[in-house]
């Protein structure tokens, strides 16, 4: 992995883990919380995996906890818009945020005006899962393979486009990694989230998503898009015909990230824990995973 991603992820895992759960929030929880709905931002378009997974977190809790837990997708900016609604909301346990590590700590180095401190003013209630990157080409685009991709973009600067799931994020940082790494230029287009891009994939309206590889498992299976590599060490076996970017010829490209449970800043401790307990039980009976 580069200086530049290392750096990154680590600050993003450090933000979330280091914070820990000792004096999280001083109010005093409402002994009959939640007595009215919780909404959960997912800062990302629905559809995605990290979309089914909080939708799927968010059933187990209203079953677990009592009450209604609510997904509302809030998109745009590279997921700030929706974690600053919920920076900024009230730390009473009804607002909570659904991240990635872009909102969650790394778009802190990308973005100028950020309306939020991910470490000021979010607090980690329970790390779900990492994540690996994956390269994904349509089945139109004139790339099979991730030797292919650089090769095409050397001799055609600019014509592959790269869709993101939004500006700052993994699949963004990745994308500027292999460029940095092989000289190519790549035309970059950032999206709300990944369920639109892997559509738009599909439809042949861009030509190569890197992004997180949940929403492109079944994709890549089905043989309905085609997958270029994956940015992890080893092959995942849920997608195991498609190669490492090391094995594909780019040794070093390693990247992955997270998802996140988190609350605003000051929310009462005994409603951190109670999340935390319940989304940590249901992880552990269900090996829910986002490989």
């Known amino acids: 992995m580069t200086t ?38 997912m800062p990302f378009a629905a559809g995605g995996g990290g979309d089914s997974l909080a939708r799927a977190i968010a059933a187990e809790l209203s079953e677990k906890i009592g009450g209604r837990f609510i ?15 919920v920076a900024k909301a009230e730390p009473d346990g009804y607002t909570l945020l659904f991240a990635s590590n872009g909102p969650g700590a790394v778009n802190k180095l990308i973005y100028k005006d950020m309306q939020y401190d991910p470490e000021r003013d979010l607090v980690p209630i329970v790390h779900v899962c990492e994540v690996p990157l ?30 993101t799931p939004g500006n700052g994020t993994l699949g963004h940082i990745s994308a500027v990694l292999l460029q940095q790494q092989t000289g190519i230029k790549l035309n970059h287009v950032p999206y709300r989230g990944s369920a639109p891009l892997a559509s738009d994939l599909m439809g042949g309206q861009v030509d190569l998503a890197f992004d997180f590889l949940a929403t492109y ?16 060490k080893a092959r995942n076996d849920l997608i195991s015909n498609v190669p490492t970017a090391t094995e594909a010829g780019v040794a070093g490209l390693e990247a992955g990230g997270w998802y996140a449970l ?30």
């Open 262 to 291: 988190l609350a605003p800043a000051r929310t009462p401790t005994a409603m951190i824990e109670k999340l935390n307990n319940a989304t940590n039980a249901y992880i552990t009976a269900t090996r829910e995973r986002c490989r």
């Open 217 to 232: 498992v079944q994709l890549v299976n089905d043989e309905r898009l085609r997958g270029i590599a994956i940015g992890s």
């Open 71 to 85: 997904v509302e997708n809030r998109t745009g900016a590279g997921g700030n818009i929706g974690a600053a609604a």
């Open 134 to 163: 994956i390269i994904a080409a349509g089945l139109t685009a004139p790339v099979k393979s991730l030797a292919e991709l650089v090769s095409y973009a050397k001799a055609n600067p600019n014509k592959l486009t790269c869709g």
């Open 4 to 41: 530049i991603s290392r750096r990154s992820f680590n600050l993003a895992l450090g933000s979330l883990c280091g914070a820990g759960l000792t004096g999280i929030g001083a109010g005093r929880a409402a002994d009959n919380w939640p007595s009215r709905p919780v909404t959960i931002v």
